[in-house]
């Protein structure tokens, strides 16, 4: 237990699909993250929220849309994806946005585009 | 540019030890972060250094040199459970964490 959660831990998706991954933490914790984990190469920031707030977007493509309604979860919607999106898709979170705060990840959703 | 170089891949046996390097290249510098993930698994926090130094956690050790931009992971009296990734990741002038591709460590008997 991380005490940080993501569902699905797999997904298998169309280019056509439309799905939702979901992330969830237990720690109380204000600043929320998503990654793209490529094989062989550095995890690429893809979105950060604080107290609910977006504030990074590292042009990401529109075709990936996050949510964050609360504190304690974050949503990522995906749309219309192309093969080169499927990765593994790394929810974090920590005390606070920036300085000395390593992240809390979760286990990842293993996404696969066909 | 920004940038952190570590070797893809390293094998040690059970028992030994073994060092992790890790360089970088920011705007500005606000610590450096080390990683474990093993396969299919999160990431876990290991150490943080921000002073140049050696920091000593059980078997694992963490060293910096901010003036050659250099980091390594130490671990000692390897067990077969080490056997995973390491993630070496610094802290920019912004906060913002350039990530390495991670060390593959594979752990022999």
């Known amino acids: 237990e991380t005490g940080v959660t993501q569902t699905p831990r797999h997904l298998v998706m169309g280019m056509t699909n439309k799905k939702s991954l979901k992330c969830e933490q237990h720690?109380?914790?204000?600043?929320m993250y998503w990654y793209k984990q490529s094989a062989k190469k550095p995890l690429e920031l893809m979105f950060v929220?604080?107290?609910?707030?977006?504030?990074e977007n590292n042009s990401v493509p529109s075709r990936f849309s996050p949510e964050c309604p609360n504190s304690s979860h974050l949503f990522l919607h995906l749309h219309t994806l192309q093969p080169e999106d499927s990765a593994l898709y790394l929810c974090a979170s920590s005390p606070q946005g920036g300085e000395y705060s390593p992240l809390h990840f979760g286990n990842g959703t293993r996404l696969t585009v066909t | 540019g920004q940038n952190i170089d570590q070797p893809t891949e390293m094998t040690a046996t059970e028992g030994a030890i073994v060092q992790i390097n890790c360089t970088y290249q920011t705007s500005g510098f606000n610590g450096l972060f080390w990683y474990q993930q093993h396969a299919g698994e999160a990431p876990t926090f290991l150490s943080y250094n921000v002073l140049d130094g050696l920091e000593e956690k059980g078997r694992f050790s963490s060293f910096l040199s901010r003036s050659k931009g250099y980091s390594y992971l130490l671990l000692k009296e390897l067990q077969m459970k080490d056997s995973a990734s390491y993630l070496c990741?610094?802290?920019?002038?912004?906060?913002?964490?350039?990530w390495g591709a991670g060390t593959k460590l594979i752990i022999k008997p």
């Open positions: 720690l109380g914790h204000n600043a």
């Open positions: 990741a610094a802290s920019d002038s912004n906060y913002q964490l350039i």
């Open positions: 929220y604080s107290l609910e707030e977006r504030v």
